[in-house]
Structure formats: structure tokens, C-alpha cells
């Protein structure tokens, strides 16, 4: 089964940047949907982004559209999150996954916080 391994996470200041990169230990190129999770404290984990085989983004969740980008490089077994203009509601640990809801383990994910 294919394992995820997250990083790049880490402090950074409102309106900064940030680009997490998950790297798969399997081939991903017949992954079909990939995405990008996050957890804040006390709250359940949400879908951030989505994309396809084929490097077609499908989905963003409305708090991150024109910030946040998703990619996939089939060739290095990496997603990646670039994320900008950041805000402190960005604070979460971030996974990536497959689908809409994860269906395969979750890696131990990055932490993100924005904070002054």
C-alpha cells in the first residue's frame, strides 16, 4: 500500500508562504485523486484541495481558492500545496490523501501555523 510522508510545514507569519510537499512511497501515477487534508484543534479534518491523474485540479475548498494551489509531479512521487497570503485560520496540521475523504492511512501530516 502506498505510505505518505509530509513536509514543509511550519511558522509562518500572516501573508506569508509556505509549500508542503508530500512524498509517496509508491508509484502515484495511476493514483487517480489526490488531495490535500487539514486538521485544526478541536475541529474535524476537511478536504482542502483535489487533483487528478492527469494534473487537473477539481476541487479548492472556498477559504483557500485564489491562495492555494495544489500540484502533482508523477514522475518524483510528490504532491504539493503552495500556499499563499496565509492567514491564522490556515493553522492546522495538513495531509495529503487520496479522494475526497482519505482511503488509504494517514501519514503523520505537517504543521502549519500562522500566527504574528
Known amino acids: 500500500q502506498v505510505q505518505f510522508v509530509e513536509s514543509g510545514g511550519g511558522l509562518v507569519q500572516p501573508g506569508g508562504s509556505l509549500r508542503l510537499s508530500c512524498a509517496a512511497s509508491?508509484?502515484?501515477?495511476?493514483?487517480?485523486?489526490m488531495g490535500w487534508f487539514r486538521q485544526a484543534p478541536g475541529k474535524q479534518r476537511e478536504s482542502v484541495a483535489r487533483?487528478?491523474?492527469?494534473?487537473?485540479?477539481?476541487y479548492y475548498t472556498d477559504s483557500v481558492k485564489g491562495r492555494f494551489t495544489i500540484s502533482r509531479d508523477n514522475a518524483k512521487n510528490t504532491l504539493y500545496l503552495q500556499m499563499n497570503n496565509m492567514k491564522p485560520e490556515d493553522t492546522a496540521v495538513y495531509y495529503c490523501?487520496?479522494?475526497?475523504?482519505?482511503?488509504?492511512?494517514w501519514g503523520q501530516g505537517t504543521q502549519v501555523t500562522v500566527s504574528s
Open positions: 487533483i487528478n491523474r492527469s494534473g487537473v485540479v477539481t
Open positions: 490523501n487520496l479522494g475526497s475523504t482519505g482511503t488509504l492511512s
Open positions: 509508491g508509484n502515484i501515477a495511476s493514483l487517480t485523486l
